[in-house]
Every structure is written in C-alpha cells, then in structure tokens.
C-alpha cells in the first residue's frame, strides 16, 4: 500500500515521476515533495499529506469553498501549517 505505483521502467508516458506518483489512496503531491491525500465536496476541503520521509505530517479540514482562483489560498495554509511542523520538530532535536 505505501510503496508508489510507477516506477521508472514502468510509467505512463505522461507521467513524470519527479512531479507526480501515486498509490492506493495517496499520491505525490506539491511537485512530488509530499505524499497524502486531498479532496473536496461543496463547502469543504481537506488535505491529509506528509513529507516524502513520513517525519512530519498535516491533515487540514476547511469548512468553505474557494473559487479555482483562489483556492491557492488552501495551500498557503497547509505550508504554512507545515512549516510550524517543522519548527517543533527541530526544536526537539
């Protein structure tokens, strides 16, 4: 389940592995630096992604919808709660 589902001999044609890979339930994300999950309804967005060392993790819940335009937005939040992340986690070493 976690190891990725394409590999360099064994790809789509489209597929750039630095940019994008995929498992059961999660793919790369973020330009292939984080691997999780995300998706949406009306009113909500969710994202459920940790980096590629499985070390620091955020899962984000949004109770509104942006436009296309905006939705950028979301991501900000997330890298920034990420950031934080990584600010505990080195403070512990």
Do not use: C
Request: charged share 30%.
């Amino acid at each position: 389940m976690l190891r990725f589902q394409f590999t360099e001999s064994d790809k789509p044609d489209n597929v750039k592995l630095d940019k994008l890979n995929s498992g059961i339930f999660w793919a790369t994300k973020m330009g292939g630096k984080r691997i999780g999950h995300n998706g949406s309804d009306p009113g909500v967005r969710t994202f459920m992604l940790s980096d590629l060392n499985k070390e620091i993790a955020v899962i984000v819940f949004f109770n509104t919808s942006l436009s296309e335009a905006e939705e950028d937005v979301f991501f900000d939040i997330y890298e920034d709660l990420y950031k934080y992340g990584l600010e505990l986690k080195n403070k512990e070493q």
